[in-house]
């Protein structure tokens, strides 16, 4: 059975009291009706300023769900305002979503920020979670990829396709088109995880994770409500 990865991007919502009634909200609906999450990784991605909260949130309800941070800083820590760097963010995730497309568009992230903040992701033995929209953009993960194998023992690293037009628009890619696309990266990068984000909902969830080379969902919209976060959870 294959090990299927479904993260939670709650972008910029949420406030701390609104964190902790998601938490009891996805606690309860899980406790009402579990379901086997044997070969499920949950990863949620809130903000900055809700990491340590949704820890606890979740550590108390015993909920087997691990975290990410949107970005990262691309340096070390210092005279860096309004950063967070890699050393801060190791204290409370275990994955880096690098290169969203919000990021590139509305934050003029480049190529080569992009690969500075992979390098600050790995550096600190975290896993990134590559968002990239086109083939051309898996050039970094790989570079950086062959730098950092004869470092790190257990160099790891996510790949998510996100169509640009399938983001919050409800028109999500066909299940065969993120197929081929999963494919292609594979052939570039080897045998990572490549997952498909955009409009993703429990409707839709399973037509995409039961296709040969996708390996799981970023989810955007449909993750801020606890209840639709789970039935795609329950439907992957
Ligand atoms: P969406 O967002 O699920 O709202 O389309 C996906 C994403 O941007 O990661």
Same mark, same amino acid.
């Not at 086109?134 to 898996?138: A, G, R, S, W």
């Given at each position: 059975m294959k090990k299927i990865f479904i993260i939670a991007n709650w972008k910029s919502n949420k406030t701390i009291k609104e964190t902790e009634e998601w938490f009891h909200s996805f606690s309860d609906g899980f406790k009402r009706d579990p379901f086997s999450l044997e070969n499920k990784e949950i990863i949620v991605s809130p903000s900055f300023t809700l990491l340590e909260h949704a820890n606890y949130c979740s550590g108390n309800l015993k909920l087997p769900i691990k975290f990410a941070a949107q970005t990262i800083s691309?340096? %070390? %820590? $210092? !005279?860096? #305002?309004g950063e967070v760097n890699g050393k801060q963010i190791k204290e409370l995730v275990d994955y880096v979503v690098v290169g969203h497309s919000e990021r590139r568009q509305?934050?003029? %992230?480049d190529q080569d920020m992009i690969d500075k903040k992979t390098q600050q992701t790995l550096k600190y033995e975290l896993v990134p979670i590559l968002c990239i929209s086109?083939? /051309? /953009? #898996?050039q970094s993960a790989k570079l950086k990829a062959q730098n950092y194998n004869s470092k790190l023992k257990s160099y790891k690293i996510l790949v998510a396709y996100e169509p640009l037009f399938a983001i919050g628009s409800g028109h999500p890619d066909t299940p065969e088109n993120a197929d081929n696309f999963a494919q292609k990266i594979k052939k570039e990068l080897g045998k990572i995880p490549v997952l498909y984000g955009g409009s993703v909902t429990g409707d839709n969830v399973n037509s995409l994770t039961q296709m040969n080379n996708i390996d799981g969902v970023l989810v955007g $919209? !449909?993750?801020?409500d606890p209840r639709k976060f789970l039935e795609i959870v329950k439907n992957a």
């Open positions: 691309p340096f %070390e %820590e $210092g !005279a860096y #305002t509305n934050f003029g %992230e086109n083939i /051309q /953009q #898996t $919209g !449909a993750s801020l």
